[in-house]
């Protein structure tokens, strides 16, 4: 099955710098690859998201970059805010009928004053 | 927006008694999941559900675990004898279709098992 890594476990930027978080995944077949926000408590809230069929999607301050070739995955963060404080989780799945995401591990973002 | 609701958000029970943790997926989505995060760690896949059957179970969801659809709304997980371990938040998921991929959770149910 899909095993998908994630690092680093924990991130402290200052406010206004750029964060970043890299994923990587085993199964070629994955072909889509969200990112989840987490804050304490509360459910996964998707971020941004990217298939297959292309390399880089941006949306406002976040970007999301794929090689698929290398099966790996990054999220960029730039301008960092404290509220962009939390966990973070990269996720994989394939377009199967009920396909399931894999989840990393999660990164815990501190972004300090 | 469309949200995907879950109750109990926290239910406490003692080591071998059963537990049913409820979830109404939005509308007019067709698969269901269940996930778990144990505090502090990934959220893992248990199993997901479509037309009115498992379609993928992950290891954790073993005999003690089950789901259903008991009518046209909600989307049922009962663990029968709970155990230590299954302290956790459960997360219910659902999505639209087969050509979307987005999944949307719910809130959550915080079990703890005494």
């Known amino acids: 099955g899909e095993n998908v890594e994630q690092h680093p476990s924990t991130l402290s930027v200052q406010e206004g710098d750029s964060a970043v978080i890299k994923c990587t995944y085993s199964?070629?077949?994955?072909?889509?690859f969200p990112w989840y926000k987490q804050e304490l408590g509360k459910r996964p809230q998707l971020i941004i998201d990217i298939r297959s069929n292309v390399g880089e999607k941006k949306d406002q301050r976040i970007a999301v970059t794929l090689n698929k070739t290398a099966k790996h995955f990054s999220l960029h963060i730039t301008e960092t805010q404290p509220e962009d404080s939390a966990v973070y989780f990269c996720?994989?799945?394939?377009?199967?009928?009920?396909?399931?995401?894999?989840f990393g591990t999660g990164t815990r973002l501190q972004v300090t004053l | 927006e469309p949200e995907v609701t879950q109750t109990p958000s926290h239910q406490v029970t003692q080591m071998g008694q059963e537990v049913i943790l409820r979830c109404v997926p939005i509308s007019n989505h067709l698969y269901f999941y269940w996930y778990r995060q144990i505090l502090g760690q990934k959220v893992e896949f248990l199993v997901s559900?479509?037309?009115?059957?498992?379609?993928?179970k992950s290891e954790i969801f073993d005999d003690q675990f089950s789901v259903e659809r008991p009518d046209g709304s909600n989307f049922t997980l009962k663990i029968r004898s709970t155990k230590l371990e299954d302290s956790a938040m459960y997360f219910c998921?659902?999505?639209?279709?087969?050509?979307?991929?987005?999944?949307?959770f719910g809130a959550g149910s915080r079990l703890t098992v005494l």
């Open positions: 199964d070629s077949a994955s072909n889509y």
């Open positions: 559900f479509y037309n009115n059957e498992i379609s993928e």
């Open positions: 998921a659902s999505r639209r279709d087969s050509g979307a991929n987005v999944l949307t």
């Open positions: 996720a994989a799945s394939n377009t199967g009928t009920a396909s399931k995401l894999t």
